[in-house]
């Protein structure tokens, strides 16, 4: 006869059943749980210790699945993980958080978000930016609650490409032209407006001698997004209007594509 064995836990003595006992030890849930809560009391130190390095991993895990392994922000680079947390790309961070983790950020949230398995519609960034992108949405709200102006910035093609050295002055001159003829209809519409291709004649006056710091353009460019834009008008495809498409979205500013699509004030 097939006799089946009978386990008991080896602290109280309960007999374990598939619904009280602990996987692999002969304990049942309730000895368990008394034991291990009496090892963290007795070893405060080294449970905040474990608890610390797990916390740390949890963070390491999130932020580097958001920024796509780089651990990095999103907006401006910063990779020190010290600085760097995930925001909610509508700006709904908030509210959602009442739902999923009791209001709480940081390690619960976390935990909520490997546990549903990294939904969409979060990216990583660092504290300057996370304030950056909350001034510029409420500024935006304001803006449209108002019918009020944007400061729009004219993202677009400057630099000629595959053309000669003859065909590339009058290229580049097209180019900024374009960019022109787009800001002057939006100042009619009542906008202000930056056109980045202006730097073109910093570049080309005769007083200048010395070559500019590379990346010195795109790096003066981005002030204007970061602390001045609140829409992005975007004429075309190029290297650097890409780029400044791509931020422009990560700030959450408003993008046009068209001059009929933004509004009069
Ligand atoms: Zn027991
Ligand atoms: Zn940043």
Redesign the pocket.
């Known amino acids: 006869m097939n006799k089946e064995r009978i386990y008991i836990?080896?602290?109280?003595?309960?007999e374990l059943t598939n619904q009280n006992k602990v996987y692999n030890r002969r304990?049942?849930?309730?000895?368990?749980t008394?034991i291990s809560t009496n090892w963290r009391i007795n070893h405060k130190e080294i449970f905040r210790t474990y608890l610390k390095r797990s916390d740390e991993k949890i963070r390491r895990l999130v932020i580097s699945h958001y920024s796509n392994g780089k651990i990095s922000c999103d907006i401006c680079g910063e990779n020190d993980i010290n600085c760097l947390s995930i925001n909610h790309i509508n700006g709904e961070g908030r509210k959602e958080r009442e739902l999923v983790s009791k209001g709480k950020g940081g390690i619960p949230f976390y935990r909520w978000l490997i546990k549903n398995h990294y939904p969409k519609g979060y990216n990583v960034l660092c504290m300057n930016c996370q304030f950056r992108v909350f001034k510029k949405r409420m500024r935006i709200n304001v803006i449209e609650k108002n019918k009020g102006k944007h400061f729009i910035y004219i993202a677009g093609p400057y630099t000629p490409k595959n053309c000669s050295l003859h065909d590339a002055a009058m290229k580049a001159q097209y180019n900024i032209d374009r960019a022109i003829e787009i800001a002057n209809k939006l100042i009619e519409k009542g906008h202000y407006v930056f056109v980045p291709h202006l730097s073109h004649y910093i570049h080309i006056h005769y007083s200048h001698t010395k070559e500019y710091k590379e990346d010195l353009w795109y790096e003066l460019d981005n002030t204007f997004l970061y602390n001045w834009a609140t829409a992005l008008f975007y004429i075309g495809s190029s290297y650097g209007a890409d780029k400044e498409l791509e931020i422009a979205k990560r700030m959450g500013l408003k993008i046009y594509y068209k001059i009929e699509d933004v509004p009069e004030c």
């Open positions: 836990c080896r602290e109280c003595g309960v304990l049942c849930k309730r000895c368990s008394k």
